[in-house]
């Protein structure tokens, strides 16, 4: 006699499937981005420091920024500090300098031998313009700093902003991997891509030479390279000369400025 067998029977259940709630983030601007770093950081008078006091300001500005090209500022401090000590600070000086005298002088800057020979050319050059004022004062200034021997767009564009007080952006890696993450430019883009499109936005009312220096300090303490802290407090001071630059910065935040309106902190990937 055949038997019944009982299949069982699977009861199908009810999965609930998660939903993602997308949030609401207002696009950052870039005077928003200046008034938080504004508010975080503070402006210092003293960002750029002197640290050639006898020398004029537009002077000691051109020879740090053609110095800190590929190289770290703290490193930058000691060799105009080298320069200075041994008499060879000014263009007249540095036109006549012999390379064999300046390379130690420069250690600890990127490529010592290369600056060491291009020096005295500079130099040489800003002397037959009639000297940084007559350069800055021209109505052709920026393209009679490309001019010169070493000076490039960004050194170019960093003596208008700091020497002539004119309202341009400094376009260098700190500006395009900051404005890159929080997608204000293309960090890929051209120098002079990146430029027009920043010179025609609204600041919020700071002047680029301030800006410039809170987008520094940003991607010093904060916006680092591989790893950005956007939670908790930011990176130390780094050892510079001047004594009050960025000493307060970030020692007692709990977050990155722009973490409300970065992409990249709202991924947490920082």
Not at 119 to 127: K, N, Q, T
Request: proline share 9%; glycine share 8%.
């Amino acid at each position: 006699m055949p038997t019944t067998r009982t299949l069982p029977t699977t009861v199908p259940t009810t999965r609930t499937l998660a939903t993602t709630v997308p949030t609401t983030r207002t696009p950052a601007t870039l005077g928003d981005v200046a008034t938080r770093l504004l508010a975080h950081y503070g402006e210092e008078p003293w960002w750029w420091p002197v640290l050639l006091p006898d020398l004029p300001r537009a002077d000691e500005l051109l020879l740090g920024a053609v110095l800190c090209q590929q190289s770290r500022w703290e490193r930058v401090e000691q060799a105009l500090l080298r320069l200075d000590a041994a008499g060879l600070s000014t263009w007249e000086a540095l036109a006549a300098a012999d390379p064999a005298v300046l390379q130690p002088l420069l250690v600890g800057v990127a490529y010592p031998p290369t600056r060491a020979r291009l020096l005295p050319r500079l130099a040489a050059a800003v002397l037959a313009a009639g000297g940084l004022p007559t350069v800055l004062a021209a109505p052709d200034a920026r393209a009679r700093l490309l001019a010169l021997p070493q000076v490039g767009p960004e050194t170019a564009d960093t003596l208008l902003a700091f020497a002539a007080g004119q309202h341009v952006p400094v376009v260098d890696a700190y500006l395009r991997r900051v404005l890159g993450r929080l997608g204000l430019v293309d960090p890929a883009a051209s120098y002079a891509a990146v430029r027009e499109d920043l010179a025609g936005q609204d600041t919020g009312g700071v002047s680029w030479e301030v800006l410039h220096a809170l987008v520094v300090e940003h991607g010093i303490h904060h916006c680092l390279t591989r790893t950005p802290l956007c939670r908790g407090s930011g990176h130390p001071k780094r050892d510079y000369a001047e004594p009050r630059k960025c000493v307060e910065h970030c020692r007692t935040c709990t977050a990155c400025p722009l973490l409300e309106v970065c992409p990249t902190g709202a991924s947490g990937q920082g």
